[in-house]
């Protein structure tokens, strides 16, 4: 018997079909064991050792895995083809030789490239030993992350109160995002003005050009600069005949683009699908393991963590005769398509990510796949058949156009581009990102030199330049590969730890950074330059490459590392608080305090109009103050803006017409709020949050009135009658009919909402349970031992339930969007966690409770016996509570599957 160990349960059921009698395959969820969070996990002093924790989850899978290999003939490592795969089946290994579960038991690795039985077999025919420079750059890249970690936030958190952990490669991916707002922030626009004729061939076609010189000098974009030039260039071509100059066609071709990487699936998901990267590891994943197709569970793509860009030679006579069957001869090349890349390390070795059979067509997998599994499988089958397919062949036509006018010299430029043979772009046209311009389609008329053209109109344009744009998340994960930042099967884990920490937020499908993201990166920029530098961080990345390769020694770099960074954090346990505002303070003046409409000093105290407002720290964080405090106590949030509350942090809205108290705007410790007049012999206030949504700007007076005027009715209801009420409450808008409390849906205004919509949700909630009790949630399946598993809404957010087991979704994870396989991996790691007593099925605590009396009475016959036994081992049991506690305490900080890592940073 062979013991092949894996990642996750479905491929081990998959590939368990695949194998055979003579296999038993197990799969070990992911990473087992981690660096514990705490201090001294790395320690420098002694040549980087590194002390590992089994994360507590895995204890049981480990010990049910090390049963099984010592019974077995050899033992399987056959976790993912990648850095992170090859760690777990080190990590697997080294706690199995721990246990003394490895004698002479041969042990061999293994790649599965993709999920299908070919694949599968040719895998298990070419083993090989684990690769050491592979896990020697995973344990480098370790080490430094956790180096960075766990010295540098601590200087953050006692310089910057409110600020979380700064990663090595998040901080510069956040130092990104704060740059482009900068940029946008500092920019300056530019008036420019575009001047374009409407002519007209003799046979009465349309068109336009261009004026693209005048008196013998280049006119480009930016060259009118004026109303008043425009003017004088569109009064001159008023006045001039139109001749054709020249006109010239150019053939030319353009090439289909690789198969997916990481990174471009990650970014044409994004610009095509609207999938965060996450997500789109997330479906990838399911796509890669399997789904049942007719019967068989069988993987639909390869690996989808890669950085090649090349195909199986096997691979690309299936995708070559798929082409020829589908789409014809005159769409296939001469010669096979043959992609490279300049990337060195060893994971850009594997294929790009592919179907793992051309044939398999979008069509025919639809309807076992969900939508968006659906969407994505048919974005990588049509890059991929692309991919092989002709190349489009077009025709560039430029007719180059004299304007005469008396004492002038003018030129017009018109272009068009038509497609002359479609080849790939028949099947598939890459995504584009906002700003770019797309000219195929735009045909110019036939015209020949020395032609006449009738002028229909001149029309000039007023433009200015603008900033650049904000990253979208597939624009920051192509810059951060331009910059060589990271690698990327990590970009969706560092997207989603820069918005789990709340360092950046998502508008309109843009990254904007949050104040806190950008005080963190002033004080690293500040502090430490050289760490958060793009160069730097790339060089560090091409060191880990050398590793993978097996180049350079990993605790040599590890060594070089260490001796600068940790001087550089000695260096700054020696900053004074007021050091560390005054760089903030200068290093984000255009943020803090960008120029006045009116052209006043922005820094000048509305308070009392002496003081200069500065950067300070408060218990809670950063806010703006004046420098005559405690005179004058005029506050103000960071990015206050207008709308925010004044002075004291107040703004006042006016006075209720029926109290005639004062209403106020104000800002607390947990965001801003509403309150009517003020503390009165002790008594509070009335006060009302803001829904969310509701920027403080947008809120008048009546607005004010009217949220702190809740709950008010909504109407009765049409059943008993009874009243229904709106208001906000702890968890947000809401709705109440007796006991029964309904949350209001993102588009619900509590302040709008209706009779009818109301009935709707009341309807809706007690179908899943009324408050106090749980819901009944959504079905996702049945679990593998059977009992079904619902996602449900908890108090504390949202969690899968299967009988007694309840285990809480990562933050990062999407309810609505959560697999069965997801949330089998959950459930089993809580359920290892618990008492066996206390996950015991639903049919099984059944069984147990129709016991014979009979028996019962047996049992109680036995328990002064077993009291007896029980004071005799007392003894035992406080020599061992040592050794327990040890055990415990060892287990704070368990470690996350990879799956888990790549949805939730």
């Given at each position: 018997?062979q013991?092949?160990?894996?990642?996750?349960?479905?491929k081990?059921?998959?590939?368990n079909?695949?194998l055979?009698?003579g296999y038993?395959?197990?799969?070990?969820?992911?990473?087992?064991?981690?660096?514990?969070?705490k201090?001294?996990?790395?320690?420098?002093?002694?040549?980087?050792?590194?002390l590992w924790e089994v994360?507590p989850?895995?204890?049981?899978?480990?010990?049910?895995?090390?049963?099984?290999?010592?019974k077995?003939?050899?033992l399987i490592?056959?976790?993912?083809?990648?850095r992170?795969g090859?760690?777990i089946?080190?990590h697997?290994?080294?706690?199995?030789?721990?246990?003394k579960?490895?004698?002479?038991?041969?042990?061999?690795?293994?790649v599965?490239?993709?999920?299908?039985?070919?694949?599968v077999?040719?895998?298990?025919?070419?083993?090989r030993?684990?690769?050491?420079?592979?896990?020697d750059a995973?344990l480098?890249?370790?080490?430094l992350?956790?180096?960075?970690?766990?010295?540098?936030?601590?200087?953050?958190w006692?310089?910057?109160?409110?600020?979380?952990?700064a990663g090595r490669v998040?901080?510069?991916?956040l130092?990104l995002?704060?740059?482009?707002?900068?940029?946008?922030?500092?920019?300056?626009?530019?008036?420019?003005?575009?001047?374009?004729a409407?002519?007209?061939?003799?046979?009465?076609?349309?068109f336009e050009?261009?004026?693209?010189g005048?008196?013998?000098?280049?006119?480009t974009?930016l060259?009118v600069?004026?109303?008043?030039e425009?003017?004088?260039?569109?009064?001159?071509?008023n006045?001039?005949?139109?001749?054709?100059?020249s006109?010239?066609?150019?053939?030319?071709?353009?090439?289909?683009?690789p198969p997916?990487?990481t990174?471009?699936?990650?970014?044409e998901?994004?610009?095509k699908?609207?999938?965060?990267?996450?997500?789109t590891?997330?479906l990838?994943?399911?796509?890669?393991?399997?789904?049942?197709?007719?019967?068989e569970?069988?993987?639909?793509i390869?690996?989808?963590?890669?950085?090649?860009?090349?195909?199986?030679p096997?691979?690309?006579?299936?995708?070559r005769?798929a082409?020829?069957a589908?789409?014809?001869?005159?769409?296939?090349p001469?010669?096979?398509r043959?992609y490279?890349?300049?990337?060195?390390?060893a994971?850009?070795?594997?294929?790009?990510?592919?179907?793992t059979?051309?044939?398999?067509?979008?069509?025919?997998?639809?309807?076992?796949l969900d939508?968006?599994?659906?969407?994505?499988?048919?974005?990588?089958?049509?890059?991929?058949?692309a991919?092989?397919m002709?190349?489009?062949?077009?025709?560039?036509?430029?007719?180059?156009?004299r304007?005469?006018?008396?004492?002038?010299?003018?030129e017009l430029?018109?272009?068009?581009?038509?497609?002359k043979?479609?080849?790939?772009l028949t099947?598939y046209?890459e995504?584009?990102?906002d700003?770019?311009e797309?000219?195929?389609?735009?045909?110019?008329?036939?015209m020949?030199?020395?032609?006449?053209l009738a002028?229909?109109?001149?029309?000039?344009?007023?433009?200015?330049t603008e900033?650049?744009?904000r990253?979208?998340?597939a624009?920051?994960v192509?810059?951060?590969?331009?910059l060589?930042i990271?690698?990327?099967?990590?970009?969706?884990a560092?997207?989603?730890?820069l918005r789990?920490?709340?360092?950046?937020?998502?508008?309109?499908?843009?990254?904007?950074p949050e104040?806190k993201?950008?005080?963190v990166?002033?004080f690293?920029q500040?502090?430490f330059?050289?760490y958060?530098e793009?160069?730097f961080?790339?060089?560090l990345e091409?060191?880990?490459?050398?590793?993978?390769?097996?180049e350079?020694?990993?605790?040599?770099?590890?060594?070089?590392f260490?001796n600068d960074?940790h001087?550089?954090?000695?260096?700054?346990?020696?900053l004074?608080?007021?050091?560390?505002?005054?760089a903030?303070?200068?290093?984000?003046t255009?943020?803090?305090?960008?120029p006045a409409?009116?052209g006043s000093?922005?820094?000048?105290?509305?308070?009392c109009?002496?003081g200069?407002l500065?950067?300070?720290?408060g218990?809670?964080?950063a806010?703006?103050?004046?420098?005559?405090?405690?005179e004058?106590r005029y506050?103000r949030p960071?990015?206050?803006?207008?709308?925010?509350?004044?002075?004291?942090?107040?703004?006042?809205l006016?006075?209720?017409p029926e109290t005639?108290?004062?209403?106020?705007l104000?800002?607390?410790?947990?965001?801003?709020?509403?309150?009517?007049?003020?503390?009165?012999?002790?008594e509070?206030p009335k006060r009302?949050?803001?829904?969310k949504?509701l920027?403080?700007?947008?809120?008048?007076l009546?607005?004010a009135?009217?949220?702190?005027?809740?709950p008010?009715?909504i109407?009765?209801?049409?059943e008993d009658g009874q009243p229904i009420l709106?208001?906000?409450g702890?968890f947000?808008?809401?709705?109440?009919h007796g006991?029964?409390y309904?949350?209001?849906?993102k588009?619900?205004d509590v302040?709008?909402?209706?009779?009818?919509r109301?009935?709707?949700l009341?309807a809706?909630?007690?179908?899943?349970?009324?408050?106090?009790?749980?819901?009944?949630?959504?079905?996702?399946?049945?679990?593998?031992?059977g009992?079904?598993?619902?996602?449900r809404?908890g108090?504390?957010?949202p969690?899968?339930?299967?009988g007694k087991?309840n285990?809480?979704?990562?933050?990062?994870?999407?309810?609505?969007?959560?697999?069965?396989e997801?949330?089998?991996?959950l459930?089993?790691?809580?359920?290892?966690?618990?008492?066996?007593s206390k996950?015991?099925?639903?049919?099984?605590a059944a069984?147990?409770?129709e016991a014979?009396?009979?028996?019962?009475a047996?049992?109680?016959?036995?328990?002064g016996?077993?009291?007896?036994a029980?004071?005799?081992?007392?003894?035992?049991?406080?020599?061992?509570?040592?050794?327990?506690?040890?055990?415990?305490?060892?287990a704070?900080?368990p470690?996350?599957?990879?799956a888990?890592?790549?949805?939730?940073?």
């Amino acid at each position: 018997m062979q013991v092949v160990i894996v990642e996750s349960p479905a491929k081990a059921k998959t590939i368990n079909k695949y194998l055979g009698p003579g296999y038993e395959v197990i799969a070990s969820y992911g990473h087992v064991r981690d660096l514990p969070s705490k201090d001294g996990s790395v320690d420098p002093e002694a040549d980087f050792r590194m002390l590992w924790e089994v994360d507590p989850k895995a204890q049981k899978r480990l010990n049910e895995i090390a049963q099984a290999v010592k019974k077995a003939d050899g033992l399987i490592l056959a976790t993912d083809p990648d850095r992170e795969g090859e760690a777990i089946s080190w990590h697997v290994l080294e706690i199995l030789r721990d246990k003394k579960a490895i004698k002479d038991q041969k042990v061999e690795r293994v790649v599965f490239n993709a999920i299908t039985k070919q694949a599968v077999l040719d895998a298990m025919r070419a083993p090989r030993a684990i690769d050491v420079a592979l896990v020697d750059a995973y344990l480098a890249r370790r080490a430094l992350d956790y180096l960075v970690g766990f010295t540098l936030s601590p200087v953050l958190w006692r310089k910057l109160p409110g600020a979380r952990s700064a990663g090595r490669v998040q901080s510069v991916a956040l130092r990104l995002v704060c740059d482009r707002e900068r940029e946008i922030e500092t920019f300056v626009a530019r008036e420019y003005w575009s001047i374009v004729a409407q002519l007209a061939t003799p046979r009465g076609d349309n068109f336009e050009a261009r004026l693209s010189g005048a008196d013998g000098k280049k006119i480009t974009r930016l060259t009118v600069g004026t109303a008043a030039e425009a003017a004088d260039f569109r009064a001159a071509l008023n006045a001039a005949d139109f001749t054709v100059a020249s006109v010239e066609a150019k053939p030319l071709r353009r090439h289909p683009q690789p198969p997916f990487t990481t990174s471009t699936l990650q970014q044409e998901a994004s610009r095509k699908l609207g999938l965060a990267p996450a997500r789109t590891m997330q479906l990838a994943q399911r796509l890669y393991e399997g789904v049942d197709v007719g019967g068989e569970t069988v993987g639909l793509i390869t690996y989808m963590r890669t950085d090649g860009v090349d195909m199986a030679p096997e691979a690309v006579a299936a995708t070559r005769d798929a082409i020829g069957a589908q789409f014809g001869d005159r769409y296939l090349p001469g010669a096979p398509r043959k992609y490279t890349t300049k990337a060195k390390n060893a994971q850009e070795a594997h294929e790009a990510i592919r179907p793992t059979d051309p044939n398999r067509t979008p069509a025919s997998v639809a309807r076992h796949l969900d939508a968006e599994q659906a969407r994505l499988y048919d974005l990588i089958w049509t890059r991929t058949v692309a991919s092989q397919m002709e190349s489009a062949e077009l025709e560039r036509t430029t007719a180059d156009i004299r304007a005469n006018v008396a004492g002038r010299a003018l030129e017009l430029t018109a272009t068009g581009t038509v497609v002359k043979f479609d080849g790939f772009l028949t099947l598939y046209r890459e995504g584009r990102d906002d700003d770019d311009e797309d000219e195929e389609g735009r045909r110019l008329p036939a015209m020949s030199a020395g032609e006449a053209l009738a002028r229909r109109d001149i029309v000039t344009t007023q433009h200015f330049t603008e900033p650049p744009p904000r990253y979208s998340e597939a624009s920051l994960v192509k810059r951060m590969e331009e910059l060589s930042i990271g690698r990327p099967s990590t970009y969706a884990a560092v997207l989603a730890v820069l918005r789990d920490r709340e360092y950046v937020k998502l508008e309109k499908k843009r990254l904007v950074p949050e104040d806190k993201g950008r005080l963190v990166t002033a004080f690293l920029q500040s502090f430490f330059t050289r760490y958060v530098e793009y160069d730097f961080t790339a060089d560090l990345e091409e060191k880990l490459d050398q590793i993978s390769a097996d180049e350079i020694d990993w605790k040599q770099v590890l060594r070089d590392f260490w001796n600068d960074f940790h001087l550089a954090v000695d260096a700054t346990k020696e900053l004074r608080v007021s050091q560390v505002l005054d760089a903030l303070d200068e290093m984000l003046t255009a943020h803090i305090f960008p120029p006045a409409d009116d052209g006043s000093n922005p820094r000048a105290c509305p308070t009392c109009g002496e003081g200069r407002l500065s950067l300070k720290m408060g218990k809670f964080g950063a806010f703006i103050g004046c420098s005559n405090y405690p005179e004058c106590r005029y506050t103000r949030p960071l990015s206050g803006g207008e709308g925010a509350p004044e002075g004291d942090g107040v703004r006042k809205l006016g006075a209720d017409p029926e109290t005639g108290l004062e209403v106020t705007l104000r800002d607390g410790r947990f965001g801003t709020y509403l309150q009517l007049g003020e503390t009165e012999n002790g008594e509070k206030p009335k006060r009302s949050s803001l829904p969310k949504g509701l920027a403080p700007a947008d809120v008048d007076l009546t607005t004010a009135l009217a949220l702190l005027s809740l709950p008010r009715p909504i109407g009765n209801h049409p059943e008993d009658g009874q009243p229904i009420l709106a208001g906000i409450g702890r968890f947000g808008p809401y709705i109440q009919h007796g006991k029964v409390y309904a949350n209001l849906d993102k588009g619900d205004d509590v302040l709008n909402i209706g009779l009818n919509r109301a009935v709707v949700l009341l309807a809706e909630k007690r179908t899943r349970g009324g408050r106090g009790a749980a819901p009944a949630g959504r079905t996702l399946g049945d679990h593998p031992s059977g009992g079904a598993i619902t996602v449900r809404a908890g108090r504390f957010g949202p969690y899968v339930n299967h009988g007694k087991v309840n285990a809480t979704l990562p933050k990062s994870t999407d309810p609505e969007t959560l697999t069965l396989e997801q949330a089998v991996v959950l459930i089993d790691a809580k359920a290892a966690t618990m008492p066996a007593s206390k996950t015991k099925s639903p049919k099984k605590a059944a069984a147990d409770g129709e016991a014979k009396p009979a028996a019962r009475a047996k049992a109680g016959a036995k328990t002064g016996a077993k009291t007896t036994a029980k004071k005799t081992a007392g003894a035992k049991t406080a020599a061992k509570s040592a050794t327990a506690k040890t055990t415990a305490a060892k287990a704070k900080a368990p470690a996350k599957s990879k799956a888990a890592k790549d949805a939730a940073g």
